[in-house]
C-alpha cells in the first residue's frame, strides 16, 4: 500500500482544480518511477475517467487492484469506469465487493440499487417483450433494488446520491409521494440540484388552476437558482408562449363585440339596427377594446416581473410560433376595427371580414396548443 505524498498531494489539487492533463503528466511520471503505488493508479484513473476515457480508467484500475485486491478507492474507480462504458448489466460483481470490503458505505449501496433496477427492469422488458412496464409490475421488479436504496439512505442520510436512485425506483413504481418526498430532502440537502429543482417546478407550474402567468413566475424562479438548466428554460419558454397564446382570444372577442355591434348576422325574428352605426357608439367600441386590451395584456404584462418581460420579447424574436400568434392576433384586431370604424350602409362586407379575422384565427388556437413557441 502506498503512503500520502507530496506528489500525490499536488496531483489531487491538479484534480480539484479540474487541470486533468497535468495531473496525469505528474502521475504517469510518478509512476515510471514508483510503479507500485496503488493510490497513484486510482488518480490516474480518475484523470482519465474525467476526460472520457472509460478503457484507460478501467485499465488503471485493474492495475491497481493487481498490487491491492480489496482496494476501495480501486473497486469504485473500476466500478465507475465500467458503467461509464455501459457497463450496468456487468458491474454488480464490482460493487458486491465494494460492499464487503466497506459495507457502511452509502455510496456502494446506492450504486448497487441503481445497477439492480437498471437490470430488473432490463430483465422485465426482455422477458415480457413489452416496451412499457406498469408501476405494479415495476414495484413488483424492481424491490431488490428498493431495498437496497433504503439501505443506502439508512447509511448516508445526506448522500444526494442514495436520494436520487431512490427517488428513480419510487417514480418507475408510480410512488408519487414517496417522490415528492425525496425531492425535498435532494433540494434541503443540495438547494441547487437542477433536476430535483425542475421536477418540484414543473409539478407546481402543472397544478390544477395555475396560470400561465405563474407558471412563468415559477419556471423563472427555477432558472434564478440554476441558471444553466435547458429543460427550466424550456419550460419558460413554453410558459411564455402560454400567455402569448392569449392575446388571440382577446382579439377573437374584440371580432366578435364587432360583429354583434353591426348585427352582421341579423335574425329574423328580431329587427336588426340601422346601418350606419352611430359615431358615438363606434367610439364607446375603441374604448371597450381598449378596456379589454388593457385588462387582459396591457396589465398582466406590467405585473410579469423584469426577467419574464424580457423573456416574453426574446421568445417573439427567437419563436417562429410566437410571431404567428401575435401576427394572428393583430389580423383580428384589424379586422374588429373595419368592422366596428367604418360606417357601412350594407351587411355584406362586415359579414366577409367577421369571418376573415375569426375564421383563420380560431382554427389555428386549437391546432398549435403543443407548439412550444
Known sequence: MSTPTPVLDQAQALIELERYGQAQTLLARHLAEDPGDVRAWVKIG???????QPAQALAAADEALRLAPEDYGALRLRAQAMVRDNGWLKVQ????????????????????????????????????????????????????????AMEALRLGPEDVYAHEI??????????????????????????????????????????PGVGAARATELYADALAAEPGSPSMRRALDH??????????????????????MVDVFPADERTAPELPVPVGQRLWFLFIMAVIWAFGAWRRYR?????????????V????????????????????????????????????????GLVPTAATIWFDKKKAH
Open 46 to 52: 480518475y484523470c482519465h475517467l474525467n476526460t472520457e
Open 93 to 148: 460483481p464490482v460493487l458486491r465487493e465494494m460492499i464487503r470490503v466497506a459495507p457502511h458505505d452509502s455510496f456502494a449501496h446506492a450504486m448497487l440499487a441503481d445497477a439492480v433496477w437498471r437490470e430488473a427492469l432490463v430483465r422485465h422488458a426482455r422477458e415480457s417483450g413489452a416496451g412499457q412496464i406498469t408501476h405494479e409490475a415495476a414495484d413488483r421488479v424492481t424491490r431488490e433494488a428498493a431495498d437496497l
Open 166 to 207: 431512490a427517488h428513480r425506483i419510487a417514480s418507475t413504481a408510480g410512488n408519487g409521494t414517496v417522490s415528492d418526498m425525496l425531492d425535498e430532502a435532494i433540494l434541503r440537502i443540495d438547494p441547487h440540484h437542477a433536476e430535483a429543482l425542475a421536477r418540484r417546478t414543473r409539478k407546481a407550474a402543472q397544478a
Open 239 to 260: 410558459a411564455t408562449y402560454r400567455l402569448l397564446r392569449g392575446t388571440r382570444w382577446l382579439a377573437v372577442l374584440c371580432v366578435v363585440l364587432a360583429g354583434a
Open 303 to 315: 405585473r410579469l416581473r423584469a426577467g419574464v418581460q424580457l423573456n416574453v420579447r426574446s421568445l
Open 317 to 356: 424574436r427567437r419563436g417562429r410560433w410566437a410571431r404567428v400568434v401575435l401576427a394572428q392576433a393583430g389580423w383580428a384586431m384589424v379586422c374588429a376595427l373595419l368592422i366596428a370604424e367604418i360606417p357601412w350602409t350594407d351587411r355584406a362586407v362586415p359579414q366577409i371580414i367577421f369571418w376573415a
